[in-house]
């Protein structure tokens, strides 16, 4: 793949000419195989994420000022998107009406990591001003100064997820990228949640666990169990991306670990890629779409791969990213309409033509293609983390 030309001729055009709303700004993300917008609901975790898309380009790739006044839309349609609480909707309607709230605080973390992004490309301090108050509510949110409703009474089980520890690793790397305000209050977080991926009990002999107990010890049940492959290879990358940019060879080494347990554990032998969901003692996945191939795990199997070459040398790893980008290209890149599919069955059939939806949209596949042409530039995935 030609991942610059791609990206800039294909990718982020996709979603350029069909999804950004003229009226109300933000983005729309439902949209069907040729980019006709089939559902007005906004995803809010899209306004984000669509925000840092448009803005990592525009730093990193060039500058074109299509991708600058597509940020500045979807920014100014993020006020709407919170509530009277400082939290913010998971979905809202076209014009900002709140639909749909979730326990969940991502939804602050991609308004976070899209100001922050947007900030670095226009230096206009109110849009840094709103990062730091996204990242605040969020980050009170995961310490739990800000109260939230548990997913499962903790008085009969007490668990905890591995999805918020990364994804505040991630976020808090990309605030403390913004400048060197708060450069030490951001290292102190990234080393938290790195330690708490490492030690926190997630890490173990035969997978990176999506739950563990309260206490760090593996829970014998559904929940306990299960290994999201995708999640484990997007956490790998973090965890590897930390470790270069700390020194800290302990986390190089451990992203290196996880890559090797959940390969064997997510890769399909016979029809390639990777899965969505299995269970660490083999019992049968509970998840419906447990054997499905999703378009974002292939994504970060990729990033991993390239990344533990560019670190450890190793051909094994380049063969992985090349078979992985072969199958991709194969079976998830819509050669005619453009953008990729999201959602194929076991046997990589098109389970659904959509582009787009409220959990698609342009984040996952402009990171990879911003990452790998920024790697095939410089050789190196540095450029990509300032």
């Known amino acids: 793949m030609n991942y610059k030309n791609d990206l800039i001729t294909n990718i982020l055009p996709f979603w350029l000419d069909n999804a950004i709303d003229e009226v109300n700004g933000g983005i729309f993300t439902c949209l069907d195989k040729k980019g006709n917008i089939y559902g007005r609901d906004k995803s809010v975790w899209f306004q984000g994420r669509a925000l840092w898309s448009f803005a990592k380009a525009y ?59 947007l900030y670095k490309a226009t230096g206009y301090e109110k849009v840094r001003a709103d990062a730091e108050k996204y990242f605040t509510v969020a980050y009170e949110c995961f310490t739990g100064v800000r109260k939230n409703e548990p997913k499962i009474d903790p008085e009969n089980r007490s668990m905890k ?53 309260i206490d760090g010890t593996f829970s014998d049940t559904m929940s306990g169990r299960t290994v999201n492959p995708g999640h484990s290879m997007e956490a790998a990358w973090f965890v590897m991306l930390e470790g270069m940019l700390t020194d800290n060879k302990e986390a190089v080494e451990a992203g290196k670990r996880i890559i090797e347990i959940t390969l064997p554990l997510g890769f399909d032998d016979k029809h390639g890629g990777l899965i969505s969901f299995t269970d660490v003692c083999g019992h049968p996945p509970v998840q419906l779409e447990w054997d499905m191939k999703l378009w974002w795990p292939q994504c970060e199997t990729m990033i991993a791969m390239r990344m533990a070459y560019q670190l450890f040398g190793e ?54 293609y911003i990452m790998m042409a920024v790697m095939d530039a410089d050789g190196s995935i540095m450029r990509y983390a300032e």
Request: some cysteine; proline content about 2%; glycine content about 6%.
């Open 161 to 213: 997820a591995l999805s918020p520890v990364m994804i505040m690793l991630s976020t808090a790397q990309t605030m403390r990228s913004m400048n060197d305000l708060n450069k030490e209050k951001y290292n102190v977080i990234c080393k938290e949640c790195l330690d708490e991926i490492l030690h926190g009990g997630y890490l173990t002999e035969k997978a990176l666990l999506e739950s563990v107990n």
């Open 315 to 368: 051909e094994k790893y380049n063969d992985w990213y090349k078979c992985f980008e072969s199958y991709c290209e194969k079976y998830f890149v819509d050669g005619s309409d453009g953008e990729w599919y999201g959602y194929l069955h076991y046997d990589n059939s098109v389970s659904t033509t959509l582009k787009g939806n409220i959990f698609k949209g342009p984040f996952h596949i402009p990171r990879l």
């Open 59 to 117: 730093n990193v790739i060039e500058k074109n000022p299509k991708y600058l006044e597509a940020a500045k839309k979807i920014y100014s349609f993020l006020d709407t998107c919170t509530d009277t609480d400082g939290r913010m909707y998971f979905t809202v309607t076209e014009d900002g009406r709140g639909l749909q709230k979730r326990r969940y605080y991502f939804s602050e973390t991609f308004a976070a990591i899209g100001c922050a992004e």
